[in-house]
């Protein structure tokens, strides 16, 4: 796991899934399949995603990459293409995706 300085410099982007009834826990084991993937990809320097306790039909995840380079690199991995968008996309009532930078 990257040191904080580190994260400073990165690209952080964040997401919010909603599932749709009934699809929680094939998200949930489609996400389990992901998240080491992703982790482990070069430019990736956080990688978490967090299901909500009170809500348990939506996901949250806060992701760190090395730039904007390494974010392309990982939208168009296999893994991300294959599992997130033709797997579980389709089992989502919501999706929303959004960039940062620290300040």
């Given at each position: 796991?990257?040191?904080?300085?580190?994260?400073?410099?990165?690209?952080?982007?964040?997401?919010?899934?909603?599932?749709?009834?009934?699809?929680?826990?094939?998200l949930?084991?489609?996400?389990?399949?992901?998240?080491?993937?992703?982790?482990?990809?070069?430019?990736?320097?956080?990688?978490?995603?967090?299901?909500?306790?009170?809500?348990?039909?939506?996901?949250?995840?806060?992701?760190?990459?090395?730039?904007?380079?390494?974010?392309?690199?990982?939208s168009?991995?296999?893994?991300?293409k294959?599992?997130?968008?033709?797997?579980?996309?389709?089992?989502?009532?919501?999706?929303?995706?959004?960039?940062?930078?620290?300040?």
């Amino acid at each position: 796991m990257a040191d904080i300085n580190t994260l400073k410099s990165g690209l952080i982007v964040t997401a919010f899934w909603e599932a749709q009834p009934g699809e929680v826990d094939a998200l949930v084991g489609i996400i389990k399949k992901f998240q080491p993937q992703a982790q482990a990809e070069p430019g990736v320097l956080a990688f978490q995603i967090h299901q909500s306790l009170i809500e348990p039909t939506k996901f949250f995840f806060y992701e760190v990459f090395r730039d904007e380079a390494a974010f392309a690199e990982h939208s168009q991995s296999t893994h991300f293409k294959t599992l997130i968008l033709e797997q579980a996309v389709p089992k989502l009532a919501k999706r929303e995706r959004a960039q940062h930078r620290f300040v």
